[in-house]
């Protein structure tokens, strides 16, 4: 029975990776666009285009303070799934990011609007596996959740409060905001949704 447990949680763990690199695909597809990120993600890069440092750099720094954070508000939401989104994942983005611009430059609106939705499409799948994985919410995720926690406030108007203050950093910072995070914004929710029920709750079905 423990050997059962382990292998479940074992299985469970790599599907939660598996999902975080092809949300990093995703992500890096969005900046191959050219047509804006999600307000985190595309302030980290208005930050690293600005300073001219690497984007895991920005993210390791700004996942450590949010991660100190939440380890005194959210404490109970840590778990291997932080750890990886919230240190790693910079580095996967950058990896791919540098891997499409060498493989493909889409020419023309048409082919960066395709590249986008097929960002949006590849980002919400790497999501929906992360978060049926339910090993540990991102650093990001924390910081909105905390203050619903914590404060009478709605989680759905934390976060919007969040994304806002981070829209407002990437365009003050030279950032793109686009159709790219427009789509983050309104259609992740359901193409997440759509993704739990075709692929991760069959996949985690057991676990």
Known sequence: MKQQLANLRTRRFWLMMLGLVIMSAGIALFRLARLGNDPFTGMCFAISDRLSISLGHVELAINAVLFVEMCFWLRHRIGWGTLF??????????????????????????????????????????????????????????????????????????????????AVACWQLGGILGLGTILAAFCMGPFISMFDKLVSEPLFRGC
């Open 85 to 166: 989104n919230a240190f790693l994942v910079g580095y996967v983005v950058e990896f791919f990011a540098k891997l499409f611009e060498k493989l493909y430059q889409p020419s023309g609106l048409i082919a960066q609007i395709v590249v986008c939705m097929l960002a949006l499409l590849i980002t919400c799948l790497g999501c929906s596996l992360y978060l049926n994985a339910d090993m540990g919410a991102s650093p990001y995720d924390a910081t909105a959740l905390a203050l619903a926690h914590h404060t009478p406030v709605k989680f759905f108007l934390c976060r919007m409060a969040t994304d806002g203050l981070c």
